[in-house]
C-alpha cells in the first residue's frame, strides 16, 4: 500500500511539473545540508613550525596568539581531506588570521559565517580554533562535499559570544574584495604594509590595526584605521606621525592623509591627489555610544561635572538623615499608641521589663 501511495504521489508531482514548464524551469532546489558523512579518520599533533608546508606563516601565526596546532584526516568514502586546525587565545585572533590569510582569490563561503573558499582551500574562524582544509589533488571532492566538512568541524556559525568581541565591518562602498586585514601586531604589520613605518603604529600602546584597499577612480588607496585606548595616546602618536610621515602635505603621488576622532587615527596612502584621499577618509567617522542606563553629560566642563556629583552626594547624605529622623519619630510614635491601646504589651512600656532578684545575702 505505502510503495504504490508513493508512486501515486510521484506521478502526481511530474504530472503538475509538466503542466507548468515555466514555473518548472525557474524552480531551483539549494540543500541547506549537503547529505556527506564525513568521519575523522586520525589526528596527530604538528609543530608550530612545521605549519608553513600547509600554507600558513608560523610567525605570523605566533603573532596573532596560535599556541599549538594539529593535523586532522577526514574521511569520506575512498576521499581524504587534510584539515589543519590551530589553537589560539581567543576569536579575535582567529578572526584576524582569516582576514590575513584571505585574498582575492577567495570569497565567502554561502550560509557560512566568517568562512571562505579558494579554489584549494578552504579558512574558517570558530572561536579559538581556526582552520584551514586543503581541497586534496588527487580523488576530487566537490564544492558541496567540502562544505559539509565544514559544517561538520564547525557548524554554520560561530557562538554568539565569539561574535559579540570582532570589530564591526568597514564602510563596503569601493572596498576591494579581499584586501581587509585585521592586525595585532608589528610583524604582521610589516608583511600587510612593507613600505610604511610601522614602528609609528604604536603596538606596544594597545594599538589595533585595520587594512583595507579602495578603489576610487581608476587607483586603490589603501586605507589605515587605527585604534587605541585613549585618545591622549591616538593624539601622541598622530603627532609623530604627522612629523615622520608629513600628514597631509601634499607632495604629489604617494602622499599620505589622514585626521584624527577621538582615540581613532585615519590614513590614506598612496593617494595622487588629495580629492582622493579624503573620498576615502570621508567615509570613516567615529560616533559616541550611548548606554540607557547612564546619561550623557554633554559638552559640560570636568569642574561643573565633578561639582554636580558632589551635590548629588550630599543631597543623598541629606535624604539618609531624613530618613533616620522619620524613622525614629515612627518608633516613638509606635510606642505611645501601643500604650494606650495595648497596655500588656512590652512594646508600650520599654522600661518596665522584669527583674531578676539574685537574693544575696
Not at 561643573?304 to 530618613?323: D, K, P, R, T
Not at 501601643?338 to 497596655?343: R, S
Amino acid at each position: 500500500m505505502r510503495p504504490r501511495f508513493f508512486r501515486m504521489l510521484r506521478l502526481g508531482l511530474l504530472s503538475l511539473a509538466a503542466a507548468m514548464p515555466g514555473y518548472a524551469q525557474k524552480l531551483t532546489v539549494i540543500p541547506l545540508l549537503p547529505a556527506a558523512n564525513w568521519s575523522l579518520a586520525h589526528s596527530r599533533p604538528l609543530d608550530l613550525n612545521a605549519v608553513r608546508q600547509y600554507g600558513q606563516d608560523p610567525v605570523i601565526d605566533r603573532e596573532y596568539g596560535v599556541k599549538s596546532a594539529e593535523i586532522r584526516t577526514y574521511q569520506l568514502g575512498q576521499r581524504q581531506v587534510e584539515v589543519l586546525v590551530e589553537h589560539a587565545m581567543d576569536s579575535l585572533s582567529t578572526y584576524g588570521l582569516l582576514t590575513y590569510y584571505q585574498s582575492e582569490t577567495t570569497t565567502p563561503e554561502k550560509n557560512l559565517e566568517l568562512t571562505l573558499r579558494s579554489p584549494n582551500y578552504s579558512l574558517m574562524a570558530r572561536g579559538k580554533f581556526f582552520v584551514r582544509a586543503l581541497r586534496p589533488s588527487g580523488v576530487p571532492v566537490s564544492d558541496d562535499e567540502l562544505r559539509a566538512l565544514l559544517v561538520f568541524i564547525g557548524g554554520t556559525r560561530p557562538s554568539r559570544d565569539a561574535l559579540a568581541g570582532l570589530p564591526v565591518g568597514l564602510p563596503a562602498a569601493g572596498l576591494v574584495a579581499g584586501s581587509e586585514k585585521y592586525v595585532l601586531g608589528l610583524e604582521t604589520a610589516r608583511k600587510v604594509l612593507p613600505g610604511f613605518r610601522t614602528d609609528l603604529i604604536g603596538f606596544a600602546n594597545g594599538a589595533e590595526l585595520r587594512v583595507a584597499s579602495y578603489a576610487v577612480g581608476k587607483q586603490q588607496i589603501t586605507a589605515l584605521v587605527i585604534s587605541y585606548p585613549t585618545p591622549q595616546t591616538a593624539r601622541l602618536l598622530f603627532g609623530a606621525m604627522e612629523k615622520f610621515l608629513a600628514v597631509n602635505q601634499n607632495r604629489g603621488a604617494g602622499s599620505t592623509y589622514g585626521k584624527r576622532n577621538g582615540s581613532y587615527v585615519f590614513l590614506a596612502l598612496d593617494a595622487e591627489t588629495p580629492a582622493a584621499a579624503h573620498e576615502v577618509l570621508d567615509k570613516f567617522s567615529v560616533t559616541k555610544q550611548v548606554s540607557w542606563n547612564e546619561r550623557y553629560p554633554g559638552d559640560k566642563p570636568i569642574v561643573l561635572q565633578l561639582l554636580e556629583l558632589i551635590l548629588g552626594n550630599i543631597a543623598f547624605v541629606l535624604i539618609l538623615v531624613v530618613m533616620c529622623i522619620m524613622g525614629g519619630l515612627l518608633i516613638v510614635a509606635s510606642r505611645r499608641i501601643a500604650a494606650k491601646w495595648f497596655p500588656e504589651s512590652s512594646w508600650g512600656h520599654p522600661d518596665e521589663g522584669t527583674i531578676i532578684q539574685l537574693n544575696l545575702k
